[in-house]
């Protein structure tokens, strides 16, 4: 990606991009009348356009004088008030009533118009005002126009730092976030910590529960040395459970994880009850199955690790710092990939930084980050181990990890300072869906469309960037995707510092987080205890400018959302922990939030949205999925600007879906719920990129021509289709345009590849079951020429087709994973030489009702798949031992020794 566009709002420089912005569009010819205001306007822009030049410089400094941030504090708080103002005038003029009937209807018209004028001539005032003040900070730092060339002398080297950015992750940030049993350097931790948990001591029994607390400072690596020892442990146990505690525990949250996963039950399955009751749940469930029990800890104080060890044969263990030699091999893997490609000429300055480092895994990671980003010149890189020995002189008591985050936070473009601090809103060790954290970028105004990316296409680089930077881990699931993320415990402190420093997010229930009542509130996060204890009120934060609303937890009650007029972003389904006090009361005038962008009630108890809804023109997102709404007001098709409308099944849509022209998401829509006008107009919805159908059995008694025609979505690039076995065609006539990327079929089963799927040239990812697959299917299969991504279910009719074999020439030239569902007579499929040559991850899913008979067929040429890296097995029921070894036998013969792994099997369907 070229060099990175500022962020229209910016940590930097607030919002003084937008109300630039907004300044030229009122001095167009439709605000002509307001003179006024127009004067103002004219005489502001000069001066702001100065002053935003001047922040977007001083942004870059680490260290800026006291003056420098107070100025810089009030201009950016200013350019709020002040795009408030703007925003509030432009809706005033903009506002069209409808012509009156009646002598009533026109007095109250008249009236109406009265009111709109007074309001007018109020907010003319408050820009008048904004104005002087605006001029008044500018006359107190007028050096701010002559300091500019001579800071400019001064960040030269730091603005070539950010030249470019790649808009991909970097696989090498991935080797960081590896297969625990990679991470370097704590095997002889590992080793000690097992011996310790495994080990019978003096009069001790190894069928007695025995605790190890894992005790040291942030950023040594206590998480990954605990999960290390679990991974290798957790095979032993018929019981396993890891989860995360953050330092403001929910006890009701962490007993039904706990039981969740002892019980191999979903959590939404775990009864919510009392404490109490789940204690007593998960006793019972374990009182059978005392088999020696072992728990793990991790702590920085050394008090609770002593605490928690020492009435249950515990000890505490004091990680240490990693040693030169494993400190320069996780350096060196990450930007190298090995300790034998460092280029001489930066052996001596790479072994000074990591002096610096001090062992501290996490300060590696993140310098390495840092410098990935940068020319591997000795240069440059002196520059980089200067600066953190001058932040050090200068303040020494500042631990060496803080200032190594200050400096890759210093070298990040400014958009991308931004988008990381929007994480400081998230309660610690919160796992962050990665479409769901882009929305919110979206939504805050960071990015504007340019050239020929798409905001979201932008809003994925930024996140790429930041894996790759190390700022943020993402989080592998078990199906390996990475989809998720999560923030380092120590990386969240330093975000949160620098929230509160900028006023950038104030965070209410955060243990140790203090809360400025003075500052005007601009991003809440509401972190809700165990009690659902709120205390807004009682703090009497100033909230009528608060843009963004953010609510964690159980319950609690706060002020109607109607007395934040400002809102651009609602979250009350947040992440895992939605709100579940009175939704209905909170949003009964929501129309009122004019500037409102972004809603999510997600998981939420709401069991109808406000008909005023409709009101809310500026709504791009909107998240109802896991209510209790199954039908949605008529007013909704008013909402133009609505991007990504999410629901579940069962949700029922009014007429008018066509209107929704600016809708590029789409999901879910059970077809049997809806009018047959409503199944035509989906075809009008030309920017559709995303869209879940469930085509149920009362809607494939339908005519196919009370469908709409999915080929005229030429944007479309992902289409999920469930229960549509008879809705796709066999014939050659595609039915969707060949601009699709993914399809996934669920509870779709076909007889036969359908020939149509040839047309289907961009696609990337497919998910499909075949009732009767044969060789032709295979070569359909294999003849996408874009295809990625490939999981076929496929089930046997004919004997001669009984067993399949992928050669070279059946395709699949750049097919990276392959997930295949076997038929319950065994793997009917089989690798011959050259076949996928780019194949890195395979995973069979077996049903193991007959494994062990045909234990000798499991020999189907995985040495045959060249760039093979991870084989996945996965095996739905009963004893499958001969399969296990006949796979690692495969493993351990196959050039590549890829990694071998095993699990029950989980439907996925993902989102």
């Known amino acids: 990606m070229a060099a990175m566009e500022a962020a229209l709002v910016s940590v930097a420089t607030g919002v003084l991009k937008p109300v630039l912005g907004k300044l030229g569009a009122l001095l167009s010819e439709k605000y002509n009348r307001f003179k006024r205001v127009r004067k103002d306007i004219k005489s502001l822009t000069d001066e702001l356009a100065a002053m935003d030049a001047f922040l977007m410089k001083m942004s870059e400094e680490e260290d800026p004088d006291v003056q420098d941030k107070v100025w810089m504090n009030e201009v950016r708080e200013l350019s709020y008030d002040m795009e408030d103002c703007i925003d509030d005038f432009m809706q005033s003029v903009d506002d069209k009533d409808p012509e009156p009937e009646g002598f009533i209807e026109k007095i109250k018209h008249s009236l109406g118009k009265l009111g709109k004028m007074k309001a007018r001539r109020r907010i003319a005032n408050e820009i008048h005002d904004l104005k002087k003040q605006i001029t008044e900070v500018g006359e107190k730092n007028a050096r701010y126009k002559t300091e500019v060339g001579k800071r400019n002398a001064r960040h030269k080297t730091v603005e070539a730092f950010s030249e470019t950015i790649d808009g991909t992750i970097d696989t090498r940030a991935l080797v960081i976030f590896d297969d625990v049993s990679k991470i370097v350097g704590m095997d002889e931790s590992k080793t000690e910590v097992i011996n310790l948990l495994t080990e019978e001591y003096g009069r001790g029994s190894s069928r007695q529960l025995k605790v190890v607390s894992i005790f040291g400072p942030g950023g040594m690596g206590k998480t990954t040395l605990a999960n290390q020892v679990y991974q290798e442990l957790r095979r032993g146990f018929v019981c396993q459970a890891f989860l995360s505690v953050s330092r403001s525990p929910s006890i009701m949250n962490i007993l039904r994880t706990i039981f969740s996963k002892v019980s191999n039950r979903p959590y939404a399955g775990t009864e919510e009850g009392s404490v109490q009751q789940l204690a007593i749940?998960?006793?019972?469930?374990?009182?059978?199955?005392?088999?020696?029990s072992r728990i793990i800890t991790t702590t920085r104080i050394n008090s609770v690790a002593e605490a928690c060890s020492s009435s249950f044969n515990g000890h505490v263990y004091g990680i240490r710092p990693l040693d030169i030699v494993y400190s320069r091999q996780l350096f060196y893997r990450r930007l190298f990939n090995s300790e034998e490609h460092c280029p001489s000429h930066l052996q001596e300055v790479s072994n000074q930084i990591l002096q610096k480092c001090g062992g501290l895994p996490l300060a590696i990671i993140a310098i390495?980050?840092?410098?990935?980003?940068?020319?591997?010149?000795?240069?440059?890189?002196n520059e980089v181990k200067d600066s953190i020995g001058r932040a050090l002189e200068r303040n020494r008591s500042v631990e060496n990890m803080m200032k190594i985050l200050s400096l890759s936070y210093f070298d990040l473009p400014s958009l991308l300072k931004t988008c990381l601090l929007c994480?400081?809103?998230?309660?610690?060790?919160?796992?962050?869906?990665?479409?769901?954290?882009?929305?919110?970028?979206?939504?805050?105004?960071?990015?504007?469309?340019?050239?020929?990316?798409?905001?979201?296409?932008?809003?994925?680089?930024?996140?790429?960037?930041?894996?790759?930077?190390?700022?943020?881990?993402?989080?592998?699931?078990?199906?390996?995707?990475?989809?998720?993320?999560?923030?380092?415990?120590?990386?969240?402190?330093?975000?949160?510092?620098?929230?509160?420093?900028?006023?950038?997010?104030?965070?209410?229930?955060?243990?140790?987080?203090?809360?400025?009542v003075k500052r005007k509130v601009r991003r809440l996060s509401i972190q809700l205890d165990t009690q659902g204890n709120c205390i807004v009120q009682k703090r009497r934060l100033v909230l009528s400018h608060a843009r963004s609303l953010n609510i964690f937890g159980n319950s609690g009650e706060m002020s109607r959302l109607d007395e934040f007029r400002h809102l651009r972003i609602v979250d009350f389904g947040c992440w895992g922990s939605p709100y579940n006090g009175n939704i209905e009361h909170h949003i009964k005038n929501i129309g009122r939030l004019l500037h409102l962008r972004y809603l999510n009630l997600r998981g939420t108890r709401i069991s109808e949205l406000p008909g005023d809804i409709g009101c809310l023109r500026g709504l791009e997102m909107l998240d109802i999925r896991g209510t209790f709404v199954w039908e949605l007001p008529a007013s909704i098709v008013n909402l133009g600007k609505l991007v990504h409308l999410l629901t579940d099944c069962k949700v029922t849509f009014p007429d008018g879906i066509g209107k929704l022209q600016a809708l590029e998401v789409l999901k879910w829509v059970d077809f049997s719920l809806q009018s047959l006008d409503y199944m035509q107009q989906l075809g009008q919805l030309r920017n559709l990129r995303r869209l879940f159908i469930d085509v149920n059995e009362r809607a494939r008694r339908l005519p196919v021509s009370s469908f709409c025609d999915f080929s005229l979505l030429e944007k479309l690039g992902y289409l999920k289709i469930k229960n549509g076995n008879t809705f796709l065609p066999l014939g050659t006539a595609c039915p969707v345009a060949p601009s699709l990327q993914k399809l996934v079929l669920i509870d779709s089963p076909v007889l036969h590849v359908p020939d149509w799927m040839r047309a289907l040239v961009n696609l990337q990812e497919l998910r499909i079951e075949v009732k009767g697959i044969t060789q032709s299917d295979l070569c359909i299969l294999g003849?996408?020429?874009?295809?990625?991504?490939?999981?076929?279910?496929?089930?046997?009719?004919?004997?001669?087709?009984?067993?399949?074999?992928?050669?070279?020439?059946?395709?699949?030239?750049?097919?990276?994973?392959?997930?295949?569902?076997?038929?319950?007579?065994?793997?009917?499929?089989?690798?011959?030489?050259?076949?996928?040559?780019?194949?890195?991850?395979?995973?069979?899913?077996?049903?193991?009702?007959?494994?062990?008979?045909?234990?000798?067929?499991?020999?189907?040429?995985?040495?045959?798949?060249?760039?093979?890296?991870?084989?996945?097995?996965?095996?739905?029921?009963?004893?499958?031992?001969?399969?296990?070894?006949?796979?690692?036998?495969?493993?351990?013969?196959?050039?590549?020794?890829?990694?071998?792994?095993?699990?029950?099997?989980?439907?996925?369907?993902?989102?």
């Open 783 to 911: 003849s996408l020429p874009a295809l990625l991504k490939l999981e076929l279910e496929g089930r046997y009719h004919d004997s001669k087709d009984r067993m399949l074999t992928v050669s070279a020439e059946a395709g699949f030239p750049y097919l990276t994973k392959f997930r295949y569902y076997a038929d319950q007579e065994g793997i009917n499929l089989k690798f011959a030489a050259g076949s996928m040559p780019n194949l890195e991850m395979l995973v069979i899913v077996l049903r193991a009702c007959r494994t062990e008979a045909l234990a000798d067929c499991f020999d189907f040429g995985i040495k045959n798949l060249p760039r093979l890296v991870t084989v996945d097995c996965t095996v739905e029921q009963g004893d499958c031992s001969s399969f296990k070894a006949a796979m690692k036998s495969a493993g351990s013969t196959h050039p590549n020794r890829p990694t071998v792994l095993f699990s029950q099997h989980i439907d996925e369907d993902e989102d």
């Open 281 to 292: 749940n998960i006793y019972e469930f374990l009182q059978d199955k005392r088999m020696g």
């Open 368 to 381: 390495s980050g840092l410098l990935a980003s940068k020319q591997k010149t000795t240069e440059i890189w």
């Open 423 to 516: 994480l400081g809103i998230f309660p610690e060790d919160t796992v962050i869906e990665k479409k769901c954290l882009i929305r919110r970028w979206i939504a805050e105004g960071l990015f504007h469309k340019e050239g020929r990316y798409t905001v979201h296409e932008l809003g994925e680089m930024c996140f790429n960037e930041l894996v790759n930077r190390n700022l943020i881990q993402l989080v592998i699931d078990e199906h390996h995707k990475l989809n998720t993320c999560r923030v380092h415990d120590t990386i969240l402190d330093f975000i949160i510092s620098k929230s509160i420093e900028d006023n950038f997010v104030t965070l209410v229930g955060v243990p140790f987080v203090p809360v400025n």
